[in-house]
């Protein structure tokens, strides 16, 4: 299985909780995977490093965006993102405390940036307060 995008974030819990969003729906979850490092010594468990999507297909690439613009809007603290594509130099970094405050056509084109930078095509230039960079 090839990887398409990853998914990526300072904070282990908010990729696991990424994640657990993304593999509640069935159709996602066959082509979202949490993958995960040895942990530090001295520490339990693994360390979440990154959420790779492995297919490229309109359908999961919406489903995927979807997910992500939920989850973004239901965070109560902050959390930064950055989606890249693993075929391509397209990529976008998402803070939530701008997601929040989205008027519609902002949050329109965040969605597309998203979903741009997930299937590879290059981001398109987002205002300085449209909250997202690519």
Same mark, same amino acid.
């Given at each position: 299985?090839?990887?398409?995008?990853?998914?990526?974030?300072?904070?282990?819990?908010?990729?696991? *909780? !990424?994640?657990?969003?993304?593999? =509640?729906?069935? /159709?996602?979850? #066959?082509? &979202?995977?949490? +993958?995960?490092?040895?942990?530090?010594?001295?520490?339990?468990?693994?360390?979440? *490093? !990154?959420?790779?999507?492995?297919? =490229?297909?309109? /359908?999961?690439? #919406?489903? &995927?965006?979807? +997910?992500?613009?939920?989850?973004?809007?239901?965070?109560?603290?902050?959390?930064?993102?950055?989606?890249?594509?693993?075929?391509?130099?397209?990529?976008?970094?998402?803070? &939530?405390?701008? +997601?929040?405050?989205?008027?519609?056509?902002?949050?329109?084109?965040?969605?597309?940036?998203?979903?741009?930078?997930?299937?590879?095509?290059?981001?398109?230039?987002?205002?300085?307060?449209?909250?997202?960079?690519?």
């Amino acid at each position: 299985m090839s990887i398409v995008a990853t998914i990526e974030t300072d904070a282990s819990a908010d990729l696991r *909780d !990424l994640h657990a969003w993304l593999t =509640e729906d069935q /159709e996602l979850r #066959a082509w &979202v995977e949490l +993958v995960e490092s040895p942990p530090p010594e001295g520490t339990l468990g693994p360390v979440a *490093d !990154l959420v790779q999507i492995a297919v =490229e297909s309109p /359908e999961v690439v #919406a489903g &995927v965006t979807s +997910v992500i613009i939920a989850w973004l809007r239901f965070r109560r603290s902050d959390v930064k993102i950055k989606i890249k594509n693993t075929r391509s130099t397209s990529q976008v970094d998402v803070s &939530v405390t701008r +997601v929040k405050g989205l008027d519609g056509a902002q949050l329109g084109e965040l969605t597309g940036q998203i979903k741009r930078a997930i299937s590879g095509e290059p981001p398109n230039e987002i205002p300085p307060d449209g909250g997202a960079g690519g």
